[in-house]
DNA sequence: CAAATAGTGTCTCTAAGACACTATTCC
DNA sequence: GGAATAGTGTCTTAGAGACACTATTTG
């Protein structure tokens, strides 16, 4: 029986959403990177594999984020399914898309490109669906999601820097409101300010609680 | 290549939550019914298939609901991907769960069981472990989730059917309160009262607007 | 009338948002 | 001081929740 049934099924790849904050930019960036092989050949993707016999998605987002040569242990989850049959050339195949947030200064390998979230290229496949679809998603992940948003500040971070990150994702936020928001996150605690900025006021330095 | 690809991948099948709201009991219900073949032949479970090669989940979802003999068009939506490789005993097996709304009054074929979500006995798999977290979801998708709460209300329906449809699914309400809930939705309008009741005031009527 | 159920009036609390004002830095 | 940036005070609105009170029905 396993056979048949197999033959009959669509091909399953996992793709992710490697997001990453940078700072310097104020933006939110998603790794892509040109693809190998047919189809789309040297287009630009996200990073995704086919999902095998017995993985668990964190698994195969974790294979996938090696495709732009990132290692290592990132905070991942589950955005949504594609399913939309002719979303493949080759054929009908599901993309259980993933989100991951990858530590800012991981560049990844050398054809990693960094794409701002507002400003993406035209991707393989239903990738910019994808993307599209997702990031309202991830507007509504921030302070909300806590392993989310600690992957995408890191462990600290300055106020200047998560309204930024919010302004970035979220769109509208008043610059006077946004300590209040701060201040009731739980797990976040200020410490005090940054001595080195260059003109005006040195913002307040944030750093999450231990605990994670 | 399809060939070995495919020999590596997990099956793949949609289960569905099938839910209900049954007024008279005051409750939401889930349908299930008992397994016909192994594994777990005789265990409650929820209805679902095989994904086939470029079905969409929807269509899955439907097929779903014939195991519970209930056909036609009802509005259905993605839950999670529950993909702990043990979960099926044949094997590395993803379950992409999906909810139903089945309109009141559908009872589906003899064997077909309505649970409360509140008093599910064991099913087979992990298809308590996916009752469980998927409820969560529900609780925060009522009055949020247009297609999802008015699936579960009827075209039209009285305050009290709405009162205690959201004091299952979402726990603590205050009745006094409920009424302003209800004013503040979009496309959902008051129609007077409803005549026949025993004893105490009339509920008011709500009718969705024709729109959906 | 009493019992039962439905609905309103207020008050509190919290989050979001607008917006003027104050605070701290560099030049 | 002036420019630039960070942060507070305060007011408004909306939703959630508590809770007493009023309204409409049946018996």
Redesign the interface.
Known sequence: M??S????????SVDVLALRFRPQAQQVEIGVSPRKWAPYKGSLALPGV????????TEAATRSLSKLSISGDVPTG?C??F???SRDPR??S?S?AMWATIPAGEDGGEDVEWHSLDDLSTLAFDHNEIVVNCRTLFASMLWRDQRFTRGLTGESFTSKQAFDLTMNLSGAMNKGNFNRLLKRQPNLEARGNVPTTEGGRPPTQWVWAQSH
């Open positions: 396993t056979g049934v197999l033959d009959s099924a669509s091909t399953t086919l999902l095998l016999r017995g993985e668990r998605l589950q949504m399914v399913d939309e049959p054929g009908p599901l259980l």
